[in-house]
Nanobody, 124 residues
Framework: DVQLVESGGGSVQIGGSLTLACAAS?????????WGWFRQTPGAQCEMVAS?????KEYYSDSVKGRFTISRDNAKSTLQMSGLQPEDTAMYYC????????????????????WGQGTQVTVS
């Protein structure tokens, strides 16, 4: 029954910044969860943007590396985005994998079972 809710989406000018947030409902064990952020456009496969492990290990896709930063704290995850470009336009989703294996990379949506509803980001 754990739920994730994204917020912070909207329209932003090219080169602008935006921060997305994802909050988990009560009962979410933040200390034992991998956070992931994904994005999807119509007709495209869901793309991993970033992830962060329980011990703070961060991963980024090549397309956003250096522009996006993922963080976590207190049953929340944020995705800070800067230097936004039109190709960043997508529906963004946060997701969590509960009880991940230690020292394991979860770089595919396949491994995440808990998802938010998504928030639209439009860059123009």
């Amino acid at each position: 029954d754990v739920q994730l809710v994204e917020s912070g989406g909207g329209s932003v000018q090219i080169g602008g910044s935006l921060t997305l947030a994802c909050a988990a409902s009560r009962g979410f064990d933040d200390a034992d969860a991998e956070w992931g952020w994904f994005r999807q456009t119509p007709g495209a496969q869901c793309e991993m943007v970033a992830s962060i492990s329980p011990d703070g290990k961060e991963y980024y896709s090549d397309s956003v590396k250096g522009r996006f930063t993922i963080s976590r704290d207190n049953a929340k995850s944020t995705l800070q985005m800067s230097g936004l470009q039109p190709e960043d336009t997508a529906m963004y989703y946060c997701a969590a994998r509960i009880n991940p294996f230690s020292n394991t990379e979860y770089l595919s949506s396949f491994y995440y079972s808990t998802w938010g509803q998504g928030t639209q980001v439009t860059v123009s």
